[in-house]
Structures are given as structure tokens and as C-alpha cells.
């Protein structure tokens, strides 16, 4: 059966997960592009596909669905997609695991929460110190710089390595591949890789957390796998074309 998939893509968000899976599975899909405001919000375009302007989005045969790991559930549920990881054609694993739920669930609801709110308090701390919103003196530019300092260093990091740490913990003292915790990657490793590609390759590279070899090796196989360097390549043209016809 042939689908009719459409991926809304918003730059600087969580789709590059999506293009990962839809390589992998070997569906054909068109991208939509939007881009950010100077707000860094979500632009009319996106917020009139998804119902809360989020990305990434995805229309399947006129549906619309969000919510990443809900898409990759409807994804790897479709009849040919199962069937290809039965015989052989799709090196993934379909069938949920335990592991893969898990790790499923933890990238958004504790990996990703924590992520999200550590760089809202940053910037918006940031945007009352330089006066951008607020109108406080030079008293209180200085109380809400403290104040989210203690919040993103004093309480959020410790947290966030936490985070790390366990997903670390899982790869090497039990000695997983794939956070399917088969030797496939599966839905797990589909959302666990936004967070970790952003710590390794993105904007958290630089911000001083540990990520050991077991998550450091784990990236690395998925970069070596031929599905994710087709994704990531598409996604990055999609986004050159869509900038050139701006």
C-alpha cells in the first residue's frame, strides 16, 4: 500500500528523529519546511497544520498526527513496515520491547523536560538582564541573573547529568547496543536521539555535561548507519531549498 506522508519540519526541532525513521523504514515522504520566528516561536504556517504549533508533525493518508512518540508508534505499526522487519528488508525493531517503551517514555518526560526548561529559564533570564522585557533596574537585572543561574546551574544541571548518567548506566553496565535492548534500534533509539544528538553534535555540545563511551558509541553507530546519514542529509537540503525560495 502506498501512503501519502507529509513531514512538518521546524527548524531547530525534535524532527530529525522523524527523518531517521522514515529513511529507515523506506517510506517515501515529502517535507514541509517552516521556519522559526525572530521570537524563535512557531510561525501561522505550522500552527495551521498542528494543532499547538509543534514539530515535528505528520499527515499520513490526510491525518494529522504529533507528538513524536505517538508518530513513531503509528509508523512502525503500519502493515509493510512490520512485515519488512519480518523478512528481513528493514534492519529495525517493530515489536515493542520493555527497554524501548522505557526509553521511549524517558527521552521526552525526563531527559527532554529537563533540557526544555533549563534553556527557557536561560534565555528568558537572559532577555530581563539586557532589558529586552521587564523594565527592571540594575538591581533587579542583577536578582534575575542570579536567580537563573541557580536555577539552570544549582538545580536544573545536576538533574540533567543525572538523566545522562542513567541512559549511560544502561548502555555499559548492561551492556546494550540499542536502547530497543535488542540489536536493533526501535522506537526507543528514535527518541533518544534528538537529546543525545544535541549533547554530541548540537546545542548542548559545548555546555559541559559528561556523556561517557556507552552513549558516545551508541551515537556513533547510528551515524555509521546509512538510513540516519540519508535522513540527516535530507533534512539539511530541505531546509537550503526551503531558505532559497524565502
Sequence with gaps: MSHQITLHHL?????????????????????????????????????AVSPLGRAPTLEL????????????????????????????SLDIQVEETEDGVFWSHFAEGS???LFQASAIIGATGQGWKIGAVGGLDEAGK???????????EGYLRPQIQGTIDL???????Q????????????EGDFMMFFAINSLLAGSRKDSGFNVGPGLKGWY???????????????????EESAKSKI
Design 61 to 88: 493518508d490526510g491525518k494529522t498526527l504529533t507528538e513524536s512518540a505517538f508518530i513513531i508508534h503509528q509508523i512502525l505499526s503500519l502493515p509493510e513496515v512490520i512485515k519488512g522487519a519480518e523478512d528481513g
Design 11 to 47: 527548524n531547530v526541532s525534535r524532527s530529525d528523529r522523524l527523518f531517521w525513521l522514515l529513511e529507515e523504514t523506506k517510506l517515501p515522504y515529502n517535507v514541509k519546511v517552516h521556519f522559526r520566528l525572530p521570537t524563535r516561536q512557531a510561525p501561522p504556517s505550522l500552527h
Design 111 to 113: 531527559m527532554m523536560n
Design 175 to 186: 551492556g546494550k547496543q540499542w536502547f530497543s535492548g535488542t540489536d536493533k534500534p526501535g
Design 142 to 152: 542583577e536578582a534575575v541573573g542570579k536567580y537563573s543561574q541557580w536555577l539552570t
Design 167 to 173: 541512559a549511560e548506566s544502561f548502555l555499559t553496565k
Design 220 to 238: 556513533e553507530r547510528v551515524l555509521a548507519r546509512p538510513a540516519a546519514k540519508k535522513g540527516l542529509e535530507r533534512l539539511k537540503q530541505e
